[in-house]
């Protein structure tokens, strides 16, 4: 019980201090998942809300599980197949090298995270679509106004969306583990030094950095959450 109370103790003390390499891979941890889940939201909203306008075809069916899947795509997977591809042997070395920068953990999570927004999105725009399209048709709406109308319809559960992509990017560790390969001042975050602190045995600064971890989740699914309840109210 008491390495607990020593992790609550050094988590406070390196808030309070504003310890230098705390705050860097804190800023970090936001930068690459939030820039991953922004990505993941710019094309997985509206490919989800197209998704949920089509008729079922076995093509449609066929992409939707792969959808499903993917949702469950291992991190750890994931890295694996970005790293082979950003490596000196994969196809894209050649014109430009990626790997062990903060890019390719951005990409790793986009990985991740797309799935989980495309699927969500997908799911609430198939059960909204028939009667914004029957209204939409009424009105005489071509089709790329239905489908904008059918985003503004389920903006609300499209950031629920997004938060459910967050909190699955910014908790990973295997992905950005791997392409990342967390190197101090460049590369690291803070699922990484977690990983790290425990290999050395330092459990208390590996749990000091698992509560800021769980700070930063909250603070941001909050603003979401609060941004989500405030737009439901207007």
């Known amino acids: 019980m008491s390495i607990y109370l020593q992790g609550l103790e050094r988590a406070i003390t390196l808030i309070l201090s504003g310890d230098r390499e705390l705050v860097e891979i804190t800023f970090r941890s936001l ?3 939030s820039t991953a889940v922004i990505i993941a939201g710019i094309i997985g909203i509206p490919i989800g809300t197209w998704l949920g306008t089509l ?6 069916n066929l992409f939707i599980r792969l959808i499903y899947v993917l949702m469950g795509l291992p991190p750890v997977l994931a890295g694996l197949i970005l790293f082979l591809l950003l490596s000196r042997s994969g196809p894209i070395a050649k014109y430009v090298y990626l790997l062990y920068t903060p890019t390719a953990m951005i990409l790793a999570q986009l990985m991740l995270s797309l799935p989980i927004v495309i699927g969500l999105v997908y ?11 029957m209204t939409a048709k009424g009105l005489g709406a071509n089709r790329f106004q239905t489908l904008t109308t059918l985003m503004k319809e389920i903006r609300f559960p499209a950031i629920t969306a997004l938060v459910s992509a967050f909190g699955r990017v910014i908790a990973e560790v295997g992905a950005v583990m791997l392409v990342g390969g967390d190197i101090a001042g460049k590369t690291r975050v803070l ?11 330092n459990f208390d600064l590996a749990i000091a950095l698992g509560l800021v971890l769980l700070l ?8 979401l959450f609060s941004w989500q309840q405030g737009g439901k109210n207007r």
Do not use: D
């Open 31 to 33: 930068y690459v998942s």
């Open 55 to 60: 008729r079922p075809t076995f093509w449609k």
């Open 123 to 133: 799911v609430v725009a198939e059960e909204k679509a028939p009667v914004v399209i």
């Open 216 to 223: 930063v989740s909250f603070m941001v699914n909050s603003l």
């Open 191 to 201: 699922t990484t030094s977690i990983v790290i602190e425990t290999r050395k045995g």
